[in-house]
């Protein structure tokens, strides 16, 4: 399938496509945190942190606050995409609602420190990532793309799945200081690589960081639609699959 709007080229009868290089986006495709990764989880977490440190702080006016300012915060960086500091986010969220503290700047980094605890803690394979690197490995170069603020923490999480052992290239947005769709994140690991965009396929849950933005560079790319909610968006993939699990058989489909 091909999107004229994205100027792709649509695949003609008799093409053969290469595909060298596998790009796979990590949570929500690779590795599960279910309870970390639920719409309201962080402020959630945020806030029983805060308790036990003893701050009383209203649970709702956090969760409204930490909306409000995540929107604009989002909205400005979304022209080029860059890394969203997530430490001012928390700050200005409990500035907004009047939590003041003489050690406001040390608990506001206190509380981000321990929530990132939770992602390594909390992290686990799907079942089936396992048997489908295991089987790609070798076949095809392997990258891994991810946003996530935090590069120590992502790099914590890829060791205790020995993704150093998979993948020639682990890209972080908090590292590289753009988050996908931008291309500056993608070419890192294509240049880490030494593989070229049209050689290459992007694997991932999110439509416009692992669909949109790839192809956009000339990559291919396989959408994760676990729950059927990117209907509208299926033709712009090439293919879409349910699970991680479906991604071995749909490479095969492709190539
Ligand atoms: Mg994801």
Not at 7 to 16: F, I, Y
Request: hydrophobic share 40%; proline share 4%; glycine share 8%.
């Amino acid at each position: 399938m091909y999107n004229e709007a994205l100027g792709d080229q649509p695949n003609l009868p008799g093409d053969t496509v290469i595909i060298e290089t596998v790009l796979f986006d990590c949570w929500g495709t690779l590795v599960q945190a279910p309870n970390l990764m639920r719409r309201g989880a962080s402020t959630e977490i945020f806030h029983t942190i805060l308790e036990t440190h003893g701050f009383d702080i209203d649970y709702s006016a956090l969760r409204d606050a930490y909306i409000l300012v995540t929107r604009k915060q989002n909205q400005e960086a979304r022209s080029d995409w860059r890394e969203l500091d997530h430490v001012e986010r928390l700050a200005l969220t409990l500035r907004s609602i009047g939590f003041n503290h003489p050690d406001f700047n040390e608990i506001v980094r206190e509380v981000w420190t321990e929530y990132l605890k939770e992602w390594p803690k909390q992290s686990t394979l799907y079942d089936d990532t396992t048997l489908l690197l295991k089987a790609l490995r070798g076949k095809y170069k392997l990258g891994l793309v991810t946003n996530y603020p935090d590069g120590p923490t992502a790099r914590k999480v890829f060791r205790k799945f020995r993704f150093e052992e998979v993948f020639d290239s682990l890209v972080i947005s908090g590292e590289v200081g753009y988050r996908k769709p931008s291309w500056i994140i993608f070419e890192r690991a294509l240049t880490e690589l030494g593989s070229n965009p049209k050689d290459a396929l992007m694997v991932g849950d999110t439509f416009i960081a692992d669909v949109l933005g790839p192809k956009k560079m000339g990559m291919k790319s396989i959408l994760i639609d676990a729950d059927g909610s990117e209907v509208e968006n299926h033709h712009v993939a090439d293919v879409v699959v349910r699970s991680i699990g479906e991604v071995g058989d749909a490479l095969k489909q492709l190539c």
